[in-house]
């Protein structure tokens, strides 16, 4: 099993906390999506899945049981089914609209533009949202912080530091069944108290899987509750990426 495969299967480990702490989506996003017939995968506990469902008729396949039970109460209009998207049966009419928010990088690469494309009708679009922390917010902290990642989690690069939202790329699988996309990126900040952020933190991958996340989360809440009053900034950036099949 490779990382990726493993580490995708961590996040219902705690379905209830990962609905709590995962931050929404810009609502504007939203608006440069359309469509009648909507297949989203991976929607995680259904944070893009409620606004989707005031576009069209939603379909949602997620890999976790405990997180799609979730989606099901949070966006009930929602059919959710259980699966990996890869293995899924795609239905034998098409979708207009594919989505895939903070979860198409779990997809296996070698058939996630493929299977894709197969899901869509001709000129129907992909749309795949990212999320990224960049630099901003509560500087001296993420940079304080990584002395806590470099002790507890010895796969820390030593002075690790965000890069600012010009600097992340604009990627996107190329693919000869999708024209050019389009990119749209939003930035936003969002407060953290020390709880809050520790629970945020117990719902990215690599801290759930990491042995030591236990003795790494307390530090950081040391940190937080003794240089910063018990609260922090996080920067976001959120990228909406956009191309139709060709």
Not at 26 to 49: N, V
Not at 213 to 224: E, G, P
């Amino acid at each position: 099993m490779t990382d990726r495969e493993r580490l995708r299967t961590t996040f219902g480990e705690d379905a209830t906390r990962y609905h709590r702490a995962r931050p929404a989506y810009p609502p504007q996003l939203f608006g440069r999506l359309s469509g009648a017939r909507i297949l989203e995968i991976g929607p995680g506990t259904g944070q893009a899945t409620l606004p989707l469902t005031r576009l069209g008729s939603v379909t949602a396949v997620e890999l976790s049981p405990e997180l799609a039970a979730v989606a099901r109460v949070h966006a009930p209009l929602a059919r959710v089914e259980v699966g990996a998207f890869e293995e899924w049966p795609l239905p034998a009419e098409p979708f207009d609209l594919v989505v895939s928010a903070t979860a198409f990088h779990w997809l296996d690469p070698a058939v996630r533009m493929t299977k894709c494309a197969a899901a869509l009708r001709a000129g129907g679009a992909l749309a795949v949202i990212s999320t990224h922390h960049v630099a901003g917010g509560t500087e001296e902290f993420f940079a304080d912080v990584q002395e806590c990642y470099e002790r507890w989690d010895p796969s820390t690069p030593p002075n690790l530091r965000l890069s600012p939202a010009a600097g992340i790329p604009r990627e996107f699988d190329e693919s000869d069944e999708f024209e050019a996309p389009e990119f749209f990126r939003y930035e936003w900040e969002q407060v953290y108290d020390t709880e809050t952020y520790a629970d945020l933190l117990l719902t990215y991958s690599n801290h759930i899987a990491l042995p030591t996340r236990d003795q790494l989360i307390a530090d950081i809440t040391r940190l937080i509750n003794t240089r910063y009053d018990g609260r922090v900034v996080k920067r976001y950036l959120t990228q909406l990426a956009v191309a139709h099949r060709s």
